[in-house]
């Protein structure tokens, strides 16, 4: 019971961080939400319901997969919005220098991580709930095992590419430079190495890409996708292995988020 009663005293102050932050963020929340419905509504409901610009495909599963298809760029821009200031912002607006004495480094790190991270799972949840319920309509069932398996790598890539936010976020003083670099570096930097690999080693899975991770998100929405080829005729890889996907993956967030917590330890604000 005492050592309940001590684990308890240690977590609260990272509890409190994660409420704190938390409702800070809530309005944020809304209204990223509203504007992932709203953008499902225009492109995979209406256009599908009225016969504007699509048919209807034969299956639930593409159909799935065309209501997803840009859902790693909203991840993205999303982590970039909520995990680019996680710590710079303490030192920018100087609040570290108030709350340090209370609170240890490491406890608010966490905090302030897990707190956006609940953040970005849940508006990447709206958005698994809301192609669920509009495929619902149009197909009359739901394929929850793909759901589920496509939503849980969805959360560990946004663990694996929060961590490399965080960690750029430790020694860069400014917002700005760290979106501008996670931008660059996901939409041209993996796609230069992905084709180099492709080019000189096209036996190797270009798994340090964060970009070819991510495919796995999509892919997995098809019930036979570990049977699926992975490979295309021109060498061309489409999508990692389920293993391959999960250690990279975990190796990427253990990495960046334990060097994100020493830089953040022996900075000075």
Request: glycine share 6%; net charge positive; charged share 10%.
């Amino acid at each position: 019971m005492k050592r309940l009663n001590n684990l308890k005293i240690a977590l609260q102050p990272i509890f409190h961080t994660i409420y704190l932050n938390s409702s800070l963020q809530i309005k944020k929340f809304i209204v990223f939400s509203l504007i992932n419905i709203l953008i499902l509504i225009l492109m995979n409901f209406i256009s599908y319901a009225f016969g504007l610009t699509s048919i209807l495909p034969n299956y639930l599963a593409t159909y799935y997969w065309n209501g997803t298809q840009y859902l790693v760029l909203l991840i993205v821009l999303e982590v970039c919005f909520f995990f680019s200031g996680i710590v710079c912002s303490e030192f920018k607006n100087k609040t570290g220098l108030t709350i340090l004495p209370l609170i240890s480094r490491n406890e608010l790190l966490l905090g302030k991580y897990i707190a956006n991270l609940l953040i970005v799972i849940g508006l990447i949840g709206v958005h698994y709930i809301t192609i669920v319920f509009f495929g619902y309509y149009f197909y009359g069932g739901i394929m929850i095992g793909s759901i589920l398996i496509s939503f849980g790598f969805a959360v560990l890539f946004i663990l694996a590419l929060s961590s490399v936010v965080t960690f750029l976020s430790s020694f860069i003083k400014s917002v700005i430079p760290i979106i501008v670099i996670i931008i660059a570096l996901f939409f041209i930097g993996y796609t230069i190495i992905e084709e180099f690999m492709r080019i000189v080693v096209p036996e190797f899975e270009p798994l340090i890409s964060l970009n070819y991770l991510s495919y796995i998100i999509l892919y997995s929405l098809y019930p036979n996708f570990t049977s699926m080829d992975r490979v295309t005729l021109f060498g061309k890889w489409l999508f990692p292995s389920v293993g391959g996907a999960i250690i990279t993956m975990l190796i990427f967030t253990i990495v960046f988020f334990a060097l994100a917590i020493q830089l953040f330890k022996r900075r000075s604000f």
